[in-house]
């Protein structure tokens, strides 16, 4: 019954920034790797970042690398996305899940399948 609780996403315009959280309703079971995820209309769901238990190794999509950064804090269950320099292409709804770090796939956990997601535009 632990919630995962997407925020942060918005209206920016193409060379903006944002920052998405991803916030756990409770302390889970083990500290797992994390990703962020994000689907656009029409398009497969695709791994964007990912992060390990301790923030000490992270990984991400070629698309967004030296633009995103991924990051955590265990004390506030939390995981966030900084978003700089976006692009329209980056419009999508973003997710965030536990996720194996070896196969960029969700694995299964007390979170469950996906949340709500948080929507993110930018605008040219």
């Known amino acids: 019954q632990v919630r995962l609780v997407e925020s942060g996403g918005g209206l920016v315009q193409a060379g903006g920034s944002l920052r998405l959280s991803c916030a756990a309703s409770?302390?889970?079971?083990?500290?797992?790797?994390m990703g962020w995820f994000r689907q656009a209309p029409g398009k497969e769901r695709e791994f964007v970042a990912g992060i390990n238990w301790n923030g000490g190794n992270t990984y991400y999509a070629d698309s967004v690398k030296g633009r995103f950064t991924i990051s955590r804090d265990n004390a506030k269950n939390t995981v966030y996305l900084q978003m700089n320099s976006l692009k329209p292409e980056d419009t999508a709804v973003y997710y965030c899940?536990?996720?194996?770090?070896?196969?960029?796939?969700?694995?299964?956990?007390?979170?469950?399948?996906w949340g709500q997601g948080t929507q993110v535009t930018v605008s040219s």
């Open positions: 409770g302390r889970t079971r083990s500290t797992y790797p």
């Open positions: 899940n536990a996720v194996s770090l070896a196969t960029h796939q969700i694995i299964q956990t007390e979170f469950g399948s």
